[in-house]
């Protein structure tokens, strides 16, 4: 997978390149990471790559020329113009919230282009006529796009082989198996008086994977009702629920039940 990063500071990226999973990732080569600062494709003498809005009001904006420009010098090695095959993807708090199926559209990818806003926000032409996805990472704004790119750069690069220790960890993740992940514990067994759960001791597998599925179940029904209703559940896993008050069919929680319990 090869992220290109087009951003007006490029000096937010230097730790999380280099460190943790992601940075033995490009070591390994496994992924490509490449910083552009959207002010070397500005044109005058001060480097200016923003604005004052049309129509006025607050806050500056991030001028079309030099993001069309940069988008243009990073595909080109492609031989691509603008395609969903190479997605260009504006941070955006007006965007389509990232999710794990998002995630997985992206991953699919040979790489991904990635615009970082800031300011009031970005010329919207680079949304209409530039941008193949515009995303969020959550309803709340951000000084910019940067962190928002770090986020969508990690979750991204869990989907690319080899990055994460083993497929099935993230085949088994939380979310993309459609539930939360159960409780995890290693030692010590007794930790300042508290324990584990006896059967994670017991080495009965079978008991040990049913216990994971519906502490998973549990949990969900607690954080995430919303999943459930997209998970794929067995009869055992639809029997525990409605022991816990949730009915598959209603589709939801019956009255007076108390699921958290
Ligand atoms: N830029 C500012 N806020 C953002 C958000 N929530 N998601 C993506 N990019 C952003």
Redesign the pocket.
């Known amino acids: 997978m090869r992220f290109h990063i087009l951003t007006l500071f490029p000096e937010a990226f230097e730790g999380p390149v280099r460190h943790s999973m992601l940075g033995r990732a490009i070591q390994r080569g496994l992924l490509s990471v490449q910083i552009t600062d959207i002010r070397s494709y500005t044109t005058d003498a001060h480097g200016t790559a923003d604005d004052y809005q049309f129509g006025g009001g607050h806050g500056m904006v991030l001028k079309p020329e030099p993001i069309f420009d940069a988008v243009a010098d990073t595909l080109l090695p492609y031989g691509k113009g603008r395609s969903t095959e190479f997605p260009i993807v504006l941070?955006?708090?007006q965007?389509r919230k990232l999710d794990q199926e998002l995630v997985l559209e992206l991953a699919a990818a040979p790489g991904l282009v990635i615009l970082c806003?800031h300011y009031a926000g970005v010329d919207e032409r680079v949304r209409t006529h530039l941008a193949t996805h515009d995303?969020?990472?959550?309803d709340?704004?951000?000084t910019?796009?940067e962190l928002?790119a770090m986020v969508l750069v990690d979750a991204v690069s869990r989907f690319t082989p080899g990055v994460v220790g083993s497929a099935e960890n993230v085949q088994e993740d939380s979310i993309t198996s459609g539930l939360l992940q159960h409780p995890l514990y290693t030692r010590p067994a007794d930790f300042r008086g508290i324990g584990v759960p006896e059967i994670l001791l017991s080495g009965h597998h079978a008991n040990i994977e049913r216990w994971r599925r519906e502490e998973s179940l549990r949990r969900t029904l607690r954080s995430r009702p919303d999943l459930l209703a997209r998970a794929e559940l067995s009869a055992d896993d639809e029997k525990f629920l409605a022991g816990l008050g949730y009915s598959v069919d209603d589709g939801g929680i019956e009255s007076g039940s108390n699921p958290t319990a």
Request: aromatic share 6%; glycine share 34%.
């Open positions: 941070l955006s708090p965007g806003g995303v969020s990472i959550g709340y704004v951000l910019g796009g928002a």
